[in-house]
């Protein structure tokens, strides 16, 4: 469950683990952002903020490989991205459920570790949920679950799939405050252990450090 | 291939929390096949000369019915995204998720081609040659349609957009499947016919979900 | 600097193309209008009146170069946009983009003309003959290809996806005039064989040559402004087309 056992393969080096440089984007015909560029190692996290429109969402799809970036380049462990290893070490939630509403939360997290070839018995899965707070939840269709259950869902998944970093786009919306707090203590424990992590968000978020990204 | 099992296991189970999806192509299949003897009149020479092309046209709808919904709930939700970062490669989750349609939508077709035979009077080694037929063509449909579905996924007037996409390419599928049993009547025997579906099968099997991997890709820019 | 040299690179292709393109019309348009008159002067004037078929052959000068011309295209079209998607060029998908709807025009050309030369020989305007019959689904080849670009509205993403339809489709063109062309003896019976054609004079070999050369000719010239057009649309924003217009 930590990114350390993940992380062995990195020490040693004198590249860092995340280096994007030049990166460009532009949607339709309006250049969203030229020239970004950030380094991350383990233990570090980045926030990035902007304006609505300023191109936070569109930079997390660049930086997971979901999208092609107009120039630039994302290195992981100092090899290109995508690459087998970046989706490996990646978990991306983005402002999508990506939950099944017709499966319970417990399917949805055992499906989601089967697909990903992730090894998780059910009663790891049992503790994530509990975790986040969804004990007595686990049987029910995601579908008579509110909204902040559901993103409580998906948080799971953090817990489930080991990786080292996690690119979290507005993951604190929706959220009611212990749940931000719960998210907060998860986030500190995953780069306790040297994980990274990537944030969006126009608020101040509750993670102490972290080296700030504005667009 | 746990993954690819996984996929399937996911896609099966979710549609048997909604059976009523599943059901509708398989009804939309025994309602057309039936009209066509009330729209030509009920001469039993000539409809079981056109049963193969019947049943084989009623089968290619059916399949194109159920295209739209192969990735477009996974997309809408977000689950389709998940899979493009998945550390399993896409190509093999994309061939789980064909796969589990064509046991939705393509199978119970097979399986209910014989019985829907029986109304146009064809006969035991018939119905024996079209079930075969259909159990090679099918899964060519599903493959090739993913195409299709990956391709007009998130597109405005999406479903139609893939009939006009998809059914052109079926067209092998409907000579060599209608030809098979046709031929078999014709006492020319099928297995000509069937060994190019099961030619073309091999074929799809391998490129189809690799073009709708490179086309999910696309469509999830 | 570095957003120059971006900018540089992302549109050196489009804007060095336009005006190579409009350099290269008039030319292309000559040679059609010129190997034109020389083809349907053959074809009207110099071809002798066909012993079985009297003066309604002629119609083949036109139907057999626009057959020739259908099919081709499709090849160009996926040359290009297979070039596209490999090497992410952006005149490449533009260029498939064009010649599409004269793919098109010539499959339904061919099929007209066919139509119009099958009454008086056959007394049917259609037979299910297996070139007409894949003639047929080449231009819904085609129209799918269109509908799909059509109901993008993100270019790059038409243009991918679009690429990967027409490789998927040249792929399938010869399962499908093969599947046809089989299903077609099997069939065989009250349908006509177009194969069966008299043996043709040199003076009509002549004359189709041309008649397909000024084809050749009218389609580069056509796509080549239709290049122009798409271009300038999707390049609107661009500083350089501000000046082109001007």
Redesign the interface.
């Known amino acids: 469950m930590t990114a350390r056992k993940l992380l062995r393969a990195g020490f040693g080096h004198n590249w860092t683990m995340l280096n994007v440089s030049g990166l460009a984007c532009s949607r339709g015909e309006r250049r969203l952002f030229t020239d970004v560029g950030f380094s991350l190692d383990p233990g570090e996290w980045l926030h990035v903020q902007g304006e609505n429109g300023a191109g936070k969402t569109s930079l997390m799809r660049l930086l997971v490989g979901l999208s092609p970036a107009d120039a630039g380049e994302i290195r992981w462990r100092n090899e290109p991205t995508p690459s087998a290893e970046f989706r490996r070490d990646l978990i991306y939630l983005g402002h999508h459920a990506a939950v099944k509403e017709d499966l319970t939360p417990l399917e949805n997290l055992l499906l989601a570790a089967a697909l990903d070839g992730v090894g998780l018995d059910e009663t790891k899965a049992l503790a994530a949920l509990v975790r986040l707070g969804l004990r007595g939840r686990e049987d029910l269709p995601v579908r008579v679950l509110s909204a902040g259950q559901k993103r409580r869902v998906l948080l799971a998944r953090l817990l489930t799939r080991p990786a080292v970093i996690w690119v979290l786009d507005e993951a604190f919306n929706a959220l009611d405050v212990a749940a931000v707090r719960l998210l907060g203590d998860l986030i500190a424990e995953h780069l306790a252990t040297g994980g990274m992590a990537v944030l969006t968000s126009h608020q101040p978020l509750p993670v102490p450090g972290g080296k700030a990204l504005v667009l | 291939m ?2 690819f099992l ?2 399937v ?2 896609d099966l ?2 549609a048997l ?2 059976k009523s999806e599943v059901l509708t192509a398989v009804f939309f299949f025994v309602i057309v096949t039936s009209l066509f003897p009330l729209g030509i009149g009920p001469e039993p020479v000539l409809l079981k000369k056109i049963a193969p092309g019947i049943l084989w046209v009623a089968a290619l709808l059916a399949t194109l019915l159920g295209l739209p919904r192969l990735f477009s709930a996974d997309h809408v ?3 389709l ?8 490669p896409l190509g093999l ?1 994309v061939a789980g998720k064909i796969l589990a349609h064509w046991l939705l939508c393509g199978l119970p077709l097979v399986l209910l081609a014989p019985i829907l035979g029986l109304q146009f009077d064809l006969d035991a080694s018939t119905l024996g040659i079209l079930t075969l037929a259909l159990l090679l063509g099918t899964p060519l449909l599903s493959l090739i349609g993913a ?1 299709g579905a990956a ?2 996924l998130g ?4 479903g139609v ?1 893939l009939a ?2 998809v ?3 079926y ?2 599928a409907l ?2 499947g209608a ?1 098979a049993v ?2 078999h009547s014709a006492g020319l025997g099928a297995g000509g016919h069937l060994s ?1 579906l099961a030619a ?1 099968l091999a074929l799809a099997g391998f ?1 189809a979900p690799w ?1 709708t991997t ?2 999910l890709r ?4 | 600097m570095r957003q120059s040299i971006i900018q540089w690179f992302r549109f050196a292709s489009p804007q060095s193309f336009y005006p190579l393109a409009g350099r290269m019309i008039p030319w292309f348009w000559a040679a059609a209008i010129i190997f034109g008159i020389g083809g349907l002067w053959i074809s009207f004037f110099v071809a002798p009146t066909d012993a079985q078929q009297g003066e309604g052959y002629r119609i083949i000068f036109v139907h057999v170069p626009a057959s020739w011309m259908s099919m081709f295209i499709y090849l160009v079209m996926a040359f290009w946009a297979g070039l596209g998607l490999v090497l992410n060029t952006r005149v490449s998908g533009m260029m498939a983009q064009a010649l599409a709807p004269t793919g098109a025009l010539m499959a339904a050309l061919s099929l007209w003309t066919g139509a119009l030369w099958g009454k008086p020989m056959w007394g049917a305007w259609w037979v299910w003959d297996a070139r007409l019959t894949s003639e047929l689904i080449l231009f819904f080849l085609y129209l799918g290809f269109m509908a799909l670009q059509a109901a993008i509205d993100d270019p790059r993403r038409a243009d991918k996806a679009g690429a990967i339809l027409a490789l998927v489709g040249v792929v399938n063109i010869p399962i499908i005039y093969f599947s046809v062309k089989w299903w077609n003896t099997l069939h065989q019976g009250s349908t006509i064989n177009l194969n069966k054609a008299p043996s043709m004079a040199q003076t009509m070999l002549w004359g189709m040559l041309l008649m397909a050369l000024s084809f050749w000719m009218y389609s580069i010239a056509v796509a080549l402004m239709r290049v122009r057009a798409i271009i300038l649309e999707r390049e609107r924003h661009t500083e350089w087309v501000k000046h082109a217009v001007e």
């Open positions: 746990n993954a996984a996929t296991r996911r189970l979710l929390r909604r939700d977000g689950t995204e998940q899979m493009a970062l998945s550390p399993s989750l195409i391709l007009t597109v405005r007037g999406g957009l006009l996409l059914l052109p390419l067209i092998p000579i060599f030809g046709e031929a190019l073309m490129f073009a490179a086309a696309i469509a999830l820019e």
